[in-house]
Nanobody, 123 residues
């Protein structure tokens, strides 16, 4: 399974970006998936998760501004980011782990064993 992120870039504060994570090899619906970010000098931080059930969860710092979703027809995970702030600047990674239908893997990086290469977001 390979995960490839795209959609990063530079945007002014208050702007929006949509990140994509294209998966190959298995359907995204087979996985629990998540978005993480890592700013220079900081630990990797969980941003949002989507479970196989479709339930989502968010870090407090992005709740209400970011939306995670997936498209099974495109086999792609998305992160819509609105009202971006300077503190959102980081490299963003998508991550996945095969999980049971009712698993709730959470926002800890060690839970996930498949990672994309990352995409830079600068606000």
């Amino acid at each position: 399974v390979q995960l490839v992120e795209s959609g990063g870039g530079s945007v002014q504060a208050g702007g929006s970006l949509r990140l994509s994570c294209a998966a190959s090899g298995r359907p995204v619906s087979s996985f629990c998936m998540a978005w993480f970010r890592q700013a220079p000098g900081k630990e990797r931080q969980g941003v949002a998760t989507i479970e196989r059930s479709g339930d989502t969860s968010y870090h407090d710092s992005v709740r209400g501004r970011f939306t995670v979703s997936r498209d099974s027809t495109q086999n792609t995970l998305y992160l819509q980011m609105n009202s971006l702030k300077a503190e959102d600047t980081a490299v963003y990674y998508c991550a996945a782990v095969l999980c049971s239908p009712f698993a709730r893997p959470g926002l800890l990086p060690g839970t996930y064993n498949l990672w994309g290469q990352g995409t830079q977001v600068t606000v």
